[in-house]
């Protein structure tokens, strides 16, 4: 990007100073006024060329480098544009693989859990197996009931989709 714009610079300061020198090697007409009529500066400027025809011939030279390099100028801005939007695309991929792994932090923290909260309900399932029966004995009702419906999340990834999934336990 630097390069781009560094190579506008230069053409802008090459058409800056090629307007400059046109304008230097002009000033010295001042046989055609300004209120002259359209016709009388018509003249005048074909007077001019036709008396000093290598002045005609650099003004013309430095006319047509102008518009060459105002036309590569044109062309290093678009180019310019160009690689701004694709910067800001990479930029955006680069924050997106940013909240990727802030996700999968997040992800992996989740199944820690997910699987800590499976164990302690698996424990908790041992206690009311074995206290179940003597609970029944007493109060005529289970100790506890739905763990066949017990569940936990789980995040899984195919690599481009993340899906939260319930494990029953």
Same mark, same amino acid.
């Given at each position: ?10 053409? /802008?300061?090459?058409?800056? @100073? ?46 047509? @480098? ?21 910067? /800001? ?10 909240? %990727? ?36 004995? +007493? ?8 763990? %066949?419906?017990?569940? +936990?999340?789980? +995040? ?12 029953? +336990?």
């Amino acid at each position: 990007m630097d390069r781009i714009q560094a190579e506008i610079a230069a053409l /802008k300061s090459q058409i800056h @100073a090629l307007q400059q020198e046109r304008a230097a090697l002009t000033i010295n007409n001042d046989a055609i006024g300004e209120n002259d009529s359209p016709l009388a500066m018509v003249e005048a400027y074909r007077r001019q060329a036709r008396e000093n025809p290598q002045l005609s011939a650099e003004l013309r030279g430095i006319d047509d @480098a102008v518009a060459a390099l105002e036309l590569q100028l044109q062309q290093k801005q678009a180019e310019l544009a160009r690689w701004q939007i694709e910067s /800001k695309q990479l930029t955006q991929q680069q924050q997106l693989e940013e909240a %990727k792994k802030v996700a999968q932090v997040h992800a992996q923290r989740i199944n820690q859990l997910a699987a800590e909260l499976a164990t302690e309900i698996r424990q908790l399932k041992a206690c009311a197996d074995e206290l179940s029966p003597m609970y029944w004995q +007493v109060y005529y009702k289970p100790f506890i009931t739905g763990f %066949k419906t017990i569940s +936990v999340p789980h +995040v899984r990834s195919d690599g481009e989709v993340w899906t939260i999934v319930n494990r029953i +336990v």
